[in-house]
């Protein structure tokens, strides 16, 4: 985990987003407040470029954002498996900047935790992080028929998970 944290930082220079990089541009105005989108990161301040606050400030938008994307790819997982059948417990998704997990479940209490580092990568890694916490719910280990109920909801999950493995 910790020979990934350079695709995963958030600098001031630019933003690594769903697997792409942004530029980021500083326009000194009176609000106080970062803005990504398809072409770069724009960071609103009246401060300059004073770095700290500027990445604060980046760090906040970028972390709304993704759980924004998380809430929705909540959604996409939990249609599909009612679409299938299966009834998963009312899920509550937190964001959180953790050290050495891409996701945890806690499947008693409904809950799972997404890194917030994997905003750096593909929408496809992050859905196949919340496939993989969701199938806790049915198996609370990682046997053989973990992975077989995995991929059978998400036949992609070793193609864009293994990119969480790249060095």
């Known amino acids: 985990m910790r020979t990934r944290e350079k695709r995963s930082e958030i600098n001031t220079e630019t933003v690594n987003w769903l697997g792409k990089e942004y530029p980021v541009r500083i326009i000194h105005n009176a609000r106080e407040l970062a803005v990504l989108d398809e ?26 954002r993704f759980a924004a994307l998380c809430r929705k790819l909540n959604e996409e997982v939990r249609a599909e498996l009612m679409r299938r059948g299966l009834t998963p417990p009312p899920t509550q998704i937190t964001i959180k900047d953790m050290k050495s997990r ?5 499947y008693t209490r409904g809950h799972i935790s997404i890194n917030i580092r994997l905003a ?39 193609r864009w998970n293994d990119l969480l493995k790249e060095k």
């Open 120 to 158: 750096a990568y593909p929408r496809e890694t992050v859905l196949s992080v919340l496939w993989h916490e969701y199938a806790h719910y049915w198996h609370h280990d990682h046997s053989r028929k973990f992975y077989d109920f995995l991929l059978d909801m998400y036949p992609e999950y070793f």
């Open 39 to 64: 072409i770069e990161c724009r960071v609103f301040t009246r401060l300059g470029g004073d770095g700290e606050y500027v990445l604060s400030l980046i760090q906040r938008a970028v972390a709304d």
């Open 102 to 106: 891409w996701g945890s479940c806690s």
